[in-house]
């Protein structure tokens, strides 16, 4: 079971977000996430819930932030509910998608493990929705994504698996590289690994 901790930023300025603080692990029903981030300062700033089936559908996620909060599932599509803190002002969504994505690393991990490309293959589209801190206001976005590389780095004990993969935002043509080791982002806009208690967990 991966613990560990990120640290985010604007991947365009540089300018820290906070550090997430996660756990993760694999399970004969999917794969589960769960997160608390900090801001700069070390407030408290929101937490990650995200579990997946076996196909890498989201099964359950919440999200929050100091002043909104996120329910979300793979149901028709996506759908979601987006409320205050008190759960009051709530407002349902529902889109075409096929699964979310946001500021977390876990949605990186989630994604490569909806699509599984194979290596040197054409990039495969995907259609998510985008829940951005702090609102979390849902926005569709589309994505290729492409394996471009895959290495096998030794340990001391069993073979540590680096994925590169190359993430195009059809809406715009910007590019950018994510590399990950089973359930654990190693690198990618924005993201740095600063700890990580235990190996990641390999994908079946």
């Known amino acids: 079971m991966p613990r560990g901790r990120y640290s985010l930023h604007d991947p365009h300025?540089?300018?820290?977000?906070?550090?997430?603080?996660?756990?993760?692990?694999?399970?004969p029903s999917g794969w589960r996430y769960v997160s608390q981030l900090t801001t700069p300062s070390g407030a408290p700033a929101?937490?990650?819930?995200?579990?997946?089936?076996?196909?890498?559908?989201?099964?359950?996620?919440h999200l929050s932030t100091a002043h909104w909060q996120v329910r979300g599932a793979a149901l028709d599509g996506v759908t979601w509910v987006r409320a205050d803190p008190e759960g009051e002002h709530a407002q349902e969504g529902n889109a075409a998608a096929h699964a979310f994505t946001g500021a977390s690393?876990?949605?990186l991990v989630a994604t490569a493990r909806l699509l599984r490309p194979a290596l040197g293959a054409a990039?495969?589209?995907?259609?998510?929705?985008?829940?951005?801190?702090?609102?979390?206001?849902p926005r569709t976005v589309d994505q290729s994504w492409s394996l471009v590389d895959s290495q096998a780095h030794a340990t001391d004990s069993d073979p540590l698996i680096a994925d590169e993969y190359r993430v195009g935002d059809l809406q715009t043509g910007e590019q950018h590289t994510v590399h990950l080791a089973g359930d654990v982002v190693l690198a990618a806009p924005g993201v740095e690994l600063e700890e990580l208690e235990s190996?990641?967990?390999r994908f079946d």
């Open 46 to 61: 929101g937490s990650v819930d995200l579990t997946l089936d076996l196909l890498g559908r989201p099964l359950r996620l």
């Open 123 to 137: 990039p495969t589209r995907v259609r998510l929705v985008a829940l951005t801190p702090p609102v979390l206001a």
């Open 13 to 27: 300025d540089h300018t820290p977000y906070g550090d997430e603080r996660f756990q993760c692990a694999t399970g």
């Open 105 to 107: 690393p876990a949605f």
């Open 199 to 201: 190996p990641p967990s």
